[in-house]
Nanobody, 127 residues
Framework: QLQLVESGGGLVQPGGSLRLSCVAS????????IGWFRQAPGKEREGVSC????????KYADSVKGRFTISRDNAKNTVYLQMNSLKPEDTAVYYC????????????????????WGQGTQVTVSS
C-alpha cells in the first residue's frame, strides 16, 4: 500500500519551532520531488516548500523564506520541514506530497505535478 504519513505537528507559541516529518511506505522517494503544502481554514492549499529528487534544488514560499528549511533523507525514505520563528499565520494543516515521476520543484510548488498525498498534520501557532 502506497502511503505518506506526516507527523510532528502540534501547538506551539509564536516564535517557537517544530519539525515535520513525512515518511513514505510502499514506494521509494528516491525519484520523487517532494513538497510541503498547507491549508488554513477558509483558504486554498498553498505550496510552502519543495525539494528535488536529488535534494539539489529547493524552493520556498516568500512567506517562509529564512524561517523554514526542507531536507530529505532518502536512506530513511523521509522528508523533513524544519519550521522556526513560527507565526500565528503559519497555522494550518500541513501536507506532504511526492511526485509520481520526474518533475521540477516549480511544477511541484504550483501543484501542477501528479503526486501522492499524505493526510496532513495540524500546526497551530498561538499564545
Amino acid at each position: 500500500q502506497l502511503q505518506l504519513v506526516e507527523s510532528g505537528g502540534g501547538l506551539v507559541q509564536p516564535g517557537g519551532s517544530l519539525r515535520l516529518s513525512c515518511v513514505a511506505s510502499g514506494f521509494t522517494l528516491d525519484y520523487s520531488a517532494i513538497g510541503w503544502f498547507r491549508q488554513a481554514p477558509g483558504k486554498e492549499r498553498e505550496g510552502v516548500s519543495c525539494i528535488s529528487s536529488s535534494g539539489g534544488s529547493t524552493k520556498y514560499a516568500d512567506s517562509v523564506k529564512g524561517r523554514f528549511t526542507i531536507s530529505r533523507d532518502n536512506a530513511k525514505n523521509t522528508v523533513y520541514l524544519q519550521m522556526n520563528s513560527l507565526k500565528p499565520e503559519d497555522t494550518a494543516v500541513y501536507y506532504c506530497a511526492a511526485s509520481r515521476g520526474f518533475t521540477t520543484v516549480a511544477a511541484m510548488m504550483e501543484q501542477r505535478a501528479s503526486a501522492y498525498w499524505g493526510q496532513g498534520t495540524q500546526v497551530t501557532v498561538s499564545s
